[in-house]
């Protein structure tokens, strides 16, 4: 049974760092690409970060440039946002999800784009 779960989300206060991680099993791993999405409250989700299964290839939406890095565990079955220097606009629900690895699309950053999600982790960054 294909299973994404989020897990290390939390409450932190700004300039804190959190490090989500998301555990895949039902899936060859190594094979999918994995998207991190984010949405806050009376908003629509968006994209965050990518890293695809091509070994190196990562992407970041503007807004978390140089705060966040995406990583992969291949043996784990696990990617991994790490979120620095929080800012109380991070505060969301964050989903990772997962696609099989290709390039028919060049940048899968929209919820569209990915067959399979988990349930979401909540991150709140107080002020």
């Known amino acids: 049974q294909l299973q994404l779960v989020e897990s290390g989300g939390g409450f932190v206060q700004s300039g804190g760092s959190l490090r989500l991680s998301c555990l895949v099993s039902?899936?060859?791993?190594?094979?999918?690409?994995i998207g991190w999405f984010r949405q806050a409250p009376g908003k629509e989700r968006e994209f965050v970060a990518l890293?695809?299964?091509?070994?190196?290839?990562?992407y970041y939406a503007d807004s978390v440039k140089g705060r966040f890095t995406v990583s992969r565990d291949n043996a784990q079955n696990t990617a991994y946002l790490q979120m620095n220097s929080l800012k109380p606009e991070d505060t969301a629900v964050y989903y990772c999800?997962?696609?099989?690895?290709?390039?028919?699309?060049?940048?899968?950053?929209?919820?569209?784009?990915?067959?399979?999600w988990g349930q979401g982790t909540q991150v709140t960054v107080s002020s």
């Open positions: 890293i695809r299964w091509i070994p190196g290839r990562t």
């Open positions: 999800a997962a696609r099989a690895g290709d390039l028919t699309v060049i940048f899968p950053s929209t919820s569209r784009d990915y067959n399979y």
């Open positions: 039902g899936l060859t791993f190594g094979g999918y690409d």
